[in-house]
């Protein structure tokens, strides 16, 4: 048979490593900085746009974004190229889906520190940009699916088939959650309140895991693992077993990011099943990974790249075991909201993200300027150095999350909580968190060590823009043998249907009934919508990215309820969320829960406190929020917002919109009367008045029932 | 919406079982198929990544 010459696009893979190498440096020293106001709280520079709110979005979505996002696509690139044996689809596709990708990140580096942030974790992204995102995406699809349909290949490798997963379900994940009602061009709120939000808030967070930070990596790792040992997967009859039974058991296990919250019990037994279960095809996929390695061992000796992938493929297994006994209950309530859950994501963002792509890009570099790694070495030292950052990182975050944990759940004999200050239990792991800076800082050391290899190895040879390569064009004739699996590789679009079908159930069955049915989420009578004064006070919370540190959720444990609520004694109740448009659980709890605020302090507290944290609680790491006072609530934002928050099904009466205004400037003048008595002289337009309005009605509705009762 | 929809669904309850069930069969089959299928097959797919139609080895289509 006559062999056909092709060349495969090797530009766009070399403008998508540029991007990644850009932004891993970007998003690690947002990070880093961010570590650091943690323990240094004079690095926020009292300026909004540099507030660890602010930043700590800003480096979430570069380093899953743009850095994890733009290696993705280089290796996809890469790979199904050659693994298809054919260009990409279409170059144009190609060149939009680059440009449009790197739009999509300069609007987020623009938008999030500008506080423009739905404040839902990983999808902060404002509505015009997840429309742009959505758009961008189905280019990628477009492009992936015609590469797929022009093959010259019969049989769609496996890693073709976790590329396809990835699409699909990403779509499917950013769609869904994204369903929004725009207040204007830069405001949105959630269609899903509350339980609902938050359900569906972690069924696309935990998926976007699966489906951004691990199926593409796992095709990733079953194209260049081989490659780099040059022999082929351990066993492929694995994989197969592998990619359906990850696919379709990951999508389930969303809930267990809400184990001990509101949330149906039933939702949450569920998603501690099934995320103990996805322990059997990750340790299957982690073992195929590590036993290619067969016989090759004394390789990883010398070679940076394999050591690289060892170590990533032992740190996704770290992460997918760790994962899964987080889910079980009783780990999850000491676990949960401490440091320990950074660990977690680092574990499995600098090693298994991290390092798979570092040897990928040491591996592929070379062969695409036709050239020898620079320095073997410097990739040695960049493997030592980052290997170091992340047991920097993770040892010290992992103690400081038990240590943090037991304290919040230490009882004196007499029954009292023995740190009842919150904030002691924080200073008391700030050096963990000075630590971990210098693990992050270590980790970064390495990136700027491999960025400097890549571009000697670059200059040292010539890129080859358009790589020939001979094969044999694909034969047409009907195929009739072969068993049904087969036939299934030689259909992509079926095969694209039923990876989605695979997804789509899990998702249903975990979403829909708590949709549906209404004895799930219990109301109690007494909970009202937010009037606009705290309305506003709460955008200013979501924009200012409180949720960050601030949870929102009383667990039923006695260490909680005594904590937050002495006096009342109540744990956090779906039914008090049903306007929260959106919620905001929060995950993670750098100080106290807010749930029970309301009526905590006196006003005059709050503002002492947001303008200068460090002298109100003595040591406090919060940043102060100086602009509060200066810049004045957006009034003529005011009806669109009611009117906004009706059409998501918030009960405001009809025309309230008209009323809202006068509503807002007398509640706003109350504020301001009873802070100016205590000698305190502010505006009643400020923005710290809004907030203040909205913090002290936080958790308040439930007590009011209690009141009516008696 | 869609929530009227669901509700006047008759037994919609069954629904959620009998997609389980599908998908824990699709596995039991397709288990089965991965372990018994042929071996040259499966040696072929292995082989995969290691051909870039570099004329290294041969595409398996000759």
């Known amino acids: 048979m006559e062999l056909e010459k092709i060349h495969y696009d090797n530009k766009i893979v070399k403008y998508f490593i540029i991007a990644t190498v850009v932004f891993g440096i970007v998003g690690m020293t947002v990070g880093l900085l961010a570590a650091i106001q943690l323990f240094y709280p004079i690095a926020n520079f009292d300026l909004q746009y540099t507030s660890f709110g602010r930043i700590r979005p800003l480096h979430t979505n570069a380093v899953i ?82 590469t797929i349909i022009k093959r010259r290949e019969r049989h769609m490798y496996v890693a073709i088939w976790f590329y396809i997963a990835t699409f699909v379900t990403v779509a499917v994940l950013h769609i869904v959650n994204s369903f929004a009602m725009p207040v204007n061009f830069f405001k949105s709120y959630p269609f899903y309140a509350g339980v609902q939000d938050a359900l569906v808030q972690w069924w696309y967070g935990h998926n976007a895991v699966a489906f951004f930070l691990t199926t593409p990596f796992l095709g990733m790792m079953y194209y260049f693992l081989p490659k780099a040992a040059n022999r082929p997967v351990y066993s492929y009859r694995l994989s197969i077993i592998h ?115 570092f040897g990928m890009l040491y591996w592929v570099v070379p062969r695409m300027w036709g050239t020898k790694l620079y320095s073997m070495k410097l990739a040695n030292l960049h493997f030592w150095i980052g290997t170091l950052g992340i047991i920097f990182y993770a040892v010290p975050m992992y103690i400081a999350g038990v240590v943090q944990s037991l304290m919040w759940k230490e009882f004196n004999a007499e029954g009292f909580l023995v740190y009842p200050n919150f904030l002691e239990t924080t200073t008391q792991i700030l050096p963990m968190y000075m630590l971990r800076a210098i693990g992050g800082g270590l980790y970064l050391v390495g990136v700027f060590i491999m960025t400097y290899n890549l571009m000697k190895t670059a200059a040292a040879g010539t890129f080859i823009a358009n790589e020939e390569a001979e094969v044999a064009p694909m034969v047409t004739a009907a195929h009739t043998e072969g068993h049904w699996h ?181 509640q706003a003048n109350g504020i301001a009367e009873g802070l100016k008595m205590e000698g305190y002289e502010v505006s009643s337009d400020a923005e710290i008045i809004a907030l203040i309005a909205y913090l002290q009605r936080l958790g308040k509705d439930i007590k009011s029932e209690k009141v009516a009762v008696n | 919406m869609f929530k009227e929809i669901l509700q006047s669904i008759d037994n919609v309850q069954i629904w959620p079982i009998i997609s389980f069930c599908i998908f824990f069969n699709f596995f039991l089959v397709l288990s089965w198929w991965a372990l018994t299928a042929d071996k040259k097959y499966i040696d072929d797919m292995g082989q995969m990544p290691l051909r870039d139609g570099d004329g290294e080895t041969p595409n398996s289509n000759l």
């Open chain 1, 243 to 357: 990619f359906w039974s990850l696919i379709f058991i990951y999508i389930w296990a969303g809930p267990h990011h809400l184990l001990y919250t509101s949330l149906p019990d039933w939702v949450q037994s569920l998603g501690v099943v099934f995320s103990i279960m996805i322990i059997a095809p990750s340790w299957g996929g982690m073992l195929n990974g590590l036993l290619t390695l067969r016989g090759a061992w004394d390789r990883v000796r010398e070679d940076a790249v394999l050591k690289f992938m060892v170590v990533a493929v032992t740190a996704y297994g770290m992460a997918t075991l760790e994962g899964p006994l987080l889910s079980l209950k009783n780990v999850n309530a000491i676990a949960h909201f401490t440091d320990w859950i950074v660990a977690h994501v680092h574990v499995g963002g600098l090693g298994w993200n991290g390092f798979l792509i």
């Open chain 1, 486 to 666: 087969n036939a299934l590789e030689r259909k992509p679009i079926l095969f694209t249907m039923l990876a989605l079908v695979a997804i789509l159930i899990g998702g249903a069955i975990e979403m829909v009934p708590t949709f549906l049915i209404k004895s799930n989420i219990p109301t109690i009578a007494s909970v009202k919508p937010y009037t606009p004064l705290e309305l506003h006070g709460r955008d200013i919370y979501v924009r200012e990215g409180c949720v960050s540190c601030h949870s929102q959720m009383v667990r039923p444990f006695r260490s909680e309820v005594q904590r937050y609520d002495p006096t009342g004694a109540e744990y956090s109740k779906a039914g008090e969320f049903v306007y929260d448009h959106p919620f905001l659980w929060g995950s993670k709890r750098t100080g106290p829960d807010l749930h029970r605020q309301g009526g905590k302090y006196a006003d005059s507290w709050h503002y002492r406190h947001m303008l200068t944290p460090g002298d109100v609680s003595n040591g406090s790491i919060m940043p102060a929020y100086p602009w509060l006072y200066e810049q004045v609530i957006d009034k003529e934002q005011t009806a669109k917002k009611i009117s906004a928050m009706r059409t998501v099904g918030v009960p405001y009466a009809e025309e309230y919109e008209n009323q809202a205004g006068a509503d807002l400037e007398k």
């Open chain 1, 65 to 146: 974004f743009a850095f994890v996002g733009n290696a993705m696509f280089a290796g996809v690139y890469y790979s199904m190229q050659r693994l298809l044996k054919t260009r990409m689809f279409n170059d144009s596709l190609s060149w939009i889906h680059f440009w449009g990708w790197q739009l999509i990140i300069l609007a987020a580096a623009i938008t999030l520190p500008l506080g423009l942030s739905t404040s839902k974790e990983y999808a902060e992204l404002e509505w015009p940009i997840d429309i742009a995102i959505a758009l961008i995406w189905v280019v990628f699809g477009w492009n992936m699916i015609g």
